[in-house]
């Protein structure tokens, strides 16, 4: 059985997002991800193949290395998604910004 993967089900994790935040800037080994966190390397290699099977990874092979980066387009894709939330969120918090410094005036 072929088991795909929410996006947002991967983001859920905080493991898996902090593993985002790291190949933000540039594109790193399992090794290299692997020292960043208190945890197996075969727990970063699930998170790996987790972000890579929601395609917010890609990885790349250079020599005996496999380089994992960030997926500009996917990563897009989630934006997009998120972004009218975003903007709801932000009309709200200003409307409220405006009702209190109302109040804050009387």
């Known amino acids: 059985m072929n088991l795909r993967r929410d996006v947002f089900q991967a983001i859920a ?5 902090a593993i985002l935040m790291l190949v933000a800037s540039q594109a790193m080994t399992a090794g290299a991800i692997a020292a960043n966190f208190d945890t197996a390397r075969p727990t970063v290699s699930k ?9 917010l990874l890609e990885q ?3 020599g005996r290395e496999n380089y994992y ?3 500009a387009k996917k ?4 934006a997009d998604f998120i972004e009218p939330f975003r903007q ?9 910004e405006a009702i209190m410094k109302s ?3 009387k």
Do not use: A, S
């Open 47 to 55: 998170h790996l193949q987790i972000l890579t099977e929601c395609e």
């Open 13 to 17: 994790d905080p493991t898996r997002r």
């Open 88 to 96: 709801m969120w932000d009309e709200r918090f200003n409307k409220l």
């Open 75 to 78: 990563m897009k894709e989630v």
């Open 69 to 71: 980066y960030i997926n």
């Open 60 to 62: 790349q092979q250079n």
């Open 103 to 105: 109040y804050k005036g």
